[in-house]
T-cell receptor, first 112, second 114 residues
Framework: GENVEQHPSTLSVQEGDSAVIKCTYS??????FPWYKQELGKGPQLIID?????GEKKDQRIAVTLNKTAKHFSLHITETQPEDSAVYFC???????????FGKGTSLLVTP | NAGVMQNPRHLVRRRGQEARLRCSPM?????VYWYRQLPEEGLKFMVY????????ESGMPKERFSAEFPKEGPSILRIQQVVRGDSAAYFC????????????FGSGTRLTVV
């Protein structure tokens, strides 16, 4: 089955700096890669996703890059703000699938 | 337009008791997925249901766990004879079609077994 590894497990940055979270996956059939943000006491919220037919996708301060050859994808958050503090999860799946395989999460802390 | 509703938010059970977790999908969604999140871990897929049908329960423990999604009412995840290892956050997600695209998660039920 699919195995998703996520690094780092914790990340602390100063407000205004960039944050990068990296994930690798094992199943070459995976072609859908969403990122979720989970705030304390809440469920995961989809923040951005990418499919394997593109290498990069941007949405304001958030971007995701995908390298299918190396089987890794990354989340980039620029100009971080304290409200970006949360746990971020990457996931991988096939486009036609319904189950997501999640990484273990990265706890991001943005300090003012 | 309410999102995915899960209740209760917190549930405490003694070892050996039964836990019943409820999930009402978003309006118009007929596909429900349950995931479990152990402390310091990512979410793990448990089961995928449509109305009155279990489509895939490959992620669910073979014993003590069951799930249903009746024609009327919420989806129920039932854990019989709970043990301490069942303590976790249980999340439900729903979608319009049977796909991982457009998943909407609820806020979860945090089960504590004492």
């Amino acid at each position: 089955g699919e195995n998703v590894e996520q690094h780092p497990s914790t990340l602390s940055v100063q407000e205004g700096d960039s944050a990068v979270i990296k994930c690798t996956y094992s199943d070459s059939a995976s072609n859908y890669f969403p990122w979720y943000k989970q705030e304390l006491g809440k469920g995961p919220q989809l923040i951005i996703d990418i499919r394997s037919n593109v290498g990069e996708k941007k949405d304001q301060r958030i971007a995701v890059t995908l390298n299918k050859t190396a089987k890794h994808f990354s989340l980039h958050i620029t100009e971080t703000q304290p409200e970006d503090s949360a746990v971020y999860f990457c996931a991988a799946s096939t486009d036609s699938g319904y189950a997501l395989n999640f990484g273990k999460g990265t706890s991001l802390l943005v300090t003012p | 337009n309410a999102g995915v509703m899960q209740n209760p938010r917190h549930l405490v059970r003694r070892r050996g008791q039964e836990a019943r977790l409820r999930c009402s999908p978003m309006k118009g969604h007929s596909h429900v997925y349950w995931y479990r999140q152990l402390p310091e871990e990512g979410l793990k897929f448990m089961v995928y249901l449509q109305k009155e049908n279990i489509i895939d329960e490959s992620g669910m423990p073979k014993e003590r766990f069951s799930a249903e999604f009746p024609k009327e009412g919420p989806s129920i995840l039932r854990i019989q004879q709970v043990v301490r290892g069942d303590s976790a956050a249980y999340f439900c997600a729903s979608s319009h079609r049977g796909t991982n695209y457009g998943y909407t998660f609820g806020s979860g039920t945090r089960l504590t077994v004492v």
